[in-house]
């Protein structure tokens, strides 16, 4: 059961499930004696938890594991929800990704999935040179598409679950095939290459804990950002396939103006169609994932302030796939 469910429960509520743990502590209480304090997560929601009286064996499953079942029950401390929690499991690994999956912790489609989808894709790129990059890139380059498959496409703004980084980037890209199909002005390999390899620094700049979430930034992703370090990622590739220059003049181009303008990171602003084009798609798909995700904390018919989008935001009350 999601977080944001459980609690709508009222106190003593039992719940069985795989979260996420974070943060944990042992303390002491009042009586003396040892007790766990950590918080319980799950995409969208997160709730502090006590394991009182924590045996050994608990003590040592939540220093090693980052997620794991547990049996709880729902309690109020001020109003605010508190979990007791009252057995602990290590998961099964198989059970994992399901659990991951289902708490919004990975992309909804199968990685598998969008792996195939993404080497279609590739393939139908008229031009060569492009294609050869993006082979040797997200095909070939194991070690970089293993990474790339699973990572998330953000610590906290959109996208920021396993798999996130890859389901963004189809986004994107399946939006310009379709955006070029209707317009002949578009240089399509371009945009669907430029759209493929504008977030690649991520890979180097978003920090995972065991399970591939985002924890923080990575040393090189605090100093250079995942712009700049896409731009030194894409460099081998581009001499390595022999790209002719203005090609790959072009696809930096559209990296480092991704998004948009020098106040959101990108030195420079959009110089040509397709690099403007770029920007768009990246903040439409940006939007629609952080817009759908703080809607569904909502009620319908409430109204609650964003700090992502810094604004204040409306969840209809119609049902919106009438
Ligand atoms: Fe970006
Ligand atoms: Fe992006």
């Given at each position: 059961m999601k977080l944001g469910e459980l609690v709508k429960n009222p106190k003593g509520f039992k719940v069985t499930g795989i979260y996420r743990v974070s943060r944990f502590e042992v303390k002491t209480a009042r009586n003396g004696k040892a007790y766990g304090d950590c918080l319980v997560s799950d995409y969208s929601f997160e709730v502090p938890?006590?394991?009182?009286?924590?045996?050994?064996?608990?003590?040592?499953?939540?220093?090693?594991q980052g997620i794991l079942r547990l049996e709880a029950?729902?309690?109020?401390?001020?109003?605010?929800?508190?979990?007791?929690?009252?057995?602990?499991?290590?998961?099964?690994?198989?059970?994992?990704?399901?659990?991951?999956?289902?708490?919004g912790m990975m992309a909804p489609r199968s990685l598998e999935d969008m792996v195939n989808e993404l080497t279609d894709i590739i393939a139908q790129v008229s031009h060569e040179g492009l294609r050869a990059l993006l082979v040797a890139m997200f095909i070939e380059d194991k070690s970089f598409s293993e990474r790339f498959k699973r990572h998330p496409g953000a610590v906290k703004n959109h996208h920021a679950y396993i798999g996130g980084l890859l389901e963004h980037t189809l986004e994107l890209t399946v939006g310009a095939i379709d955006h070029c199909n209707r317009n002949n002005k578009i240089n399509k390999d371009i945009l669907v290459a430029a759209a493929l390899v504008h977030d690649i620094g991520k890979v180097q700049e978003i920090e995972l804990d065991a399970f591939g979430m985002g924890i923080g930034f990575t040393r090189e992703g605090k100093l250079l950002r995942h712009i700049s370090l896409g731009i030194e990622?894409?460099?081998?590739?581009?001499?390595?396939?022999g790209l002719e220059k203005e090609i790959a003049l072009m696809l930096k181009h559209c990296i480092l103006s991704h998004h948009g303008q020098a106040e959101w990171g990108s030195p420079v602003e959009p110089m040509f169609l397709e690099a403007e084009l770029l920007h768009y798609l990246d903040n439409l798909s940006a939007k629609t994932e952080q817009f759908s995700r703080e809607t569904e904390r909502l009620e319908p018919g409430a109204f609650n302030r964003s700090p992502t989008l810094r604004r204040e935001i409306y969840r209809p009350s119609i049902d919106p796939t009438l």
């Open positions: 938890a006590k394991y009182w009286d924590i045996p050994a064996e608990g003590v040592a499953l939540f220093q090693q029950t729902l309690d109020y401390f001020k109003d605010s929800p508190q979990l007791t929690i009252d057995n602990v499991y290590l998961p099964q690994p198989e059970e994992i990704d399901q659990s991951l999956q289902e708490l990622m894409l460099e081998p590739f581009c001499r390595a396939v």
